[in-house]
């Protein structure tokens, strides 16, 4: 069985940063493209970054040249560097790939 577990995220004011992560406990995460999505309170979950398996990466128009994701193939971790982070980017942040999902993560914006 597959477990994904979030860390990173927390409380941070507008204009700071948070690195989140997201480790899998199988190694059958290579073969896949992994991504993060969000969902905050009242809203749909959506696909916020995805990574491919050779690295190609996608984000969706509100968090380009903000956030970042990345992926480690050797010990099965998902990272998205989020940075100038505003209020409207707070939401419960999730991990997922093939059938699998995290349990997610808090981030939360606000001065």
């Known amino acids: 069985q597959v477990q994904l577990v979030e860390s990173g995220g927390g409380l941070v004011q507008p204009g700071g940063s948070l690195r989140l992560s997201c480790a899998a406990s199988?190694?059958?995460?290579?073969?896949?493209?992994v991504g993060w999505y969000r969902q905050a309170p009242g809203k749909q979950r959506v696909l916020v970054a995805s990574?491919?398996?050779?690295?190609?990466?996608n984000y969706i128009d509100p968090v380009k040249g903000r956030f970042t994701i990345s992926r480690d193939n050797v010990n099965y971790t998902i990272y998205l560097q989020m940075n100038s982070l505003k209020p409207e980017d707070s939401a419960v942040y999730y991990c997922t790939f093939g059938m699998y999902w995290g349990q997610g993560t808090q981030v939360t914006v606000s001065s």
């Open positions: 990574i491919s398996t050779r690295g190609y990466t």
């Open positions: 199988g190694s059958i995460f290579s073969w896949y493209t």
